[in-house]
């Protein structure tokens, strides 16, 4: 009987530290969400930047690479090292290319996804779920044309919209926390009589 006493006990701190962890993470997500919300511009610079030095280590590992003479390729790394840092150096100093070049990227990458879903819904045949494909097919495939045609305007409001999601997930996330805290509670004290 002791044993089971014990497995009980672990399993009520696990789920005591799940809870807990779920609560921050939640709290986490919720702040990280009005942030972006509210201030889209200054999160767009900071994910601007962080691409930038992206680029930037991407290009120093390169160049490193070169100086290895068993290397097959170190022209073509060098080339490509110097390359990558002048992009992240772009990337930058110039933020509003950046985020345009970011939002052109999500749009066609949407517009590829619309046409995609439209070809599977149309040549599908008579399967289920196929109305669903057509109609998700058109909506990407709108989505993308409005956020490619205006990459500027567009990855604002899609900046907004994410921080609004994380927002919603994150207050979510708080509410699952306390059910699970609650849970436990009736557990224990369910257990302890």
């Known amino acids: 009987m002791a044993p089971d006493q014990v497995v009980v006990v672990t399993d009520e701190q696990d789920l005591t530290t799940s809870w807990q962890l779920m609560l921050f993470a939640g709290l986490a997500t919720l702040v990280i969400g009005l942030i972006v919300a509210f201030h889209p511009s200054t999160s767009l610079n900071v994910i601007s930047v962080l691409i930038g030095i992206l680029f930037v280590i991407g290009g120093i590992i390169h160049l490193i690479r070169v100086l290895d003479h068993n290397e097959p390729h170190r022209v073509w790394l060098g080339i490509a090292g110097l390359l990558l840092i002048v992009i992240g150096i772009i990337c930058i100093?110039?933020?509003?290319?950046?985020?345009?070049?970011?939002?052109?990227?999500?749009?066609?990458?949407?517009?590829?996804?619309?046409?995609?879903?439209?070809?599977?819904?149309?040549?599908?045949?008579?399967?289920?779920?196929?109305?669903?494909?057509i109609f998700f097919g058109l909506v990407s495939l709108a989505a993308g044309i409005v956020v490619a045609a205006n990459p500027s305007t567009s990855i604002t409001v899609l900046a907004i919209l994410v921080g609004i999601w994380f927002a919603v997930m994150g207050a979510l996330e708080i509410v699952g926390a306390f059910i699970l805290r609650h849970a436990v509670k009736q557990a224990a004290s369910s257990s302890s009589s």
């Open 93 to 133: 100093r110039h933020l509003h290319l950046t985020q345009a070049a970011l939002a052109l990227i999500i749009g066609i990458a949407w517009i590829v996804q619309g046409v995609i879903a439209l070809i599977a819904g149309i040549g599908g045949g008579s399967r289920q779920g196929r109305g669903w494909w």
